[in-house]
């Protein structure tokens, strides 16, 4: 959807099929991997008119036996790099172009967020090379952008069921870099000193209630949980190492 912004942003609404807590995993999370310096989109909060749903057929969700139509408020938006109509993105790249990504060490960052997230879903990215100006987007390199965190905190649970392979991207390719735990900096450090007791509150204080509805207490036993689990994503990622899986090639 385009904004009044100028910029075009995926959009999802509160009464989502998943929960209408995504939302608020997607707005958190967001904003807390970009303060680990993780390449993430802009995240907003999108107000969408009853008016432009009863003009606009295509704002519906399909479900398997029905369309439901969205429901008019606040709700999520994640920029799109671009304009969509210009820039073309991809959700998996050939490991040719693969090799190619010029942050693909980002990956090991984002793994630090996932475990300490318990992201329950695989590692969601896109993959578009950046517009310049002055050169052929042809000749431009691949960079990452990582989306989609509507399943950290176990979606709608807020729960953590950590299990080693949680978070993983799927496949072992984008974690060659990694040779130790020392891969995993600066973004273990970051978590740590980035991630206080105050920031959390105040992202928290930005969500919209009905995103939660209105329960503030789980909301803030979800903040405190976080805020206590900084400790345990070492061993997490140990434990990911340790997995049968072996993601980390050459990590001896």
């Known amino acids: 959807m385009r904004c009044s912004d100028g910029h075009y942003y995926v ?37 969408v ?20 139509p969205c429901v008019a408020g606040l709700h999520f938006g994640s920029r799109y790099p671009d304009d969509p109509r210009r820039l073309p993105v991809h ?10 990504v010029e942050n693909l060490h980002d990956f090991a960052g984002m793994l630090v967020f996932d475990k300490w997230s318990c992201n329950t879903n695989g590692r969601q990215t896109l993959f578009f090379r950046e517009m310049r100006a002055d050169v052929e987007l042809t000749d431009c390199g691949y960079r990452t952008v990582m989306i989609d965190q509507g399943f950290c905190f176990n979606a709608g649970e807020w729960s953590f069921p950590d299990a080693p392979l949680r978070g993983l991207y799927a496949r072992n390719r984008v974690y060659q870099g990694v040779i130790g735990m020392e ?13 206080t007791e105050r920031v959390l509150d105040e992202e928290a204080k930005e969500i919209p209630p009905e ?11 979800l903040l405190e949980t976080l805020f206590a689990r900084k400790s345990r994503v070492a061993d997490l990622i140990l434990e990911a190492k340790r997995s049968n899986r072996h993601p980390f090639p050459n990590w001896m």
């Open 11 to 47: 959009v999802k609404f509160q009464n989502n099929p998943q929960h209408p807590r995504v939302l608020v995993n997607e707005l958190l999370g967001t904003r807390m991997a970009w303060r680990m310096g993780l390449p993430t989109t802009p995240a907003a909060i999108i107000e």
């Open 49 to 68: 008119s009853e008016q432009l749903i009863a003009f606009t057929p295509a704002l519906s969700m399909e479900l398997p036996r029905s369309r439901v």
């Open 91 to 100: 959700d998996f790249l050939p490991d040719e172009q693969l090799r190619t």
């Open 183 to 195: 891969s995993f900096e600066p973004w273990l450090t970051r978590l740590e000193h980035r991630i």
């Open 211 to 221: 995103w939660y509805d209105d329960d503030y207490d789980a909301l803030l036993q």
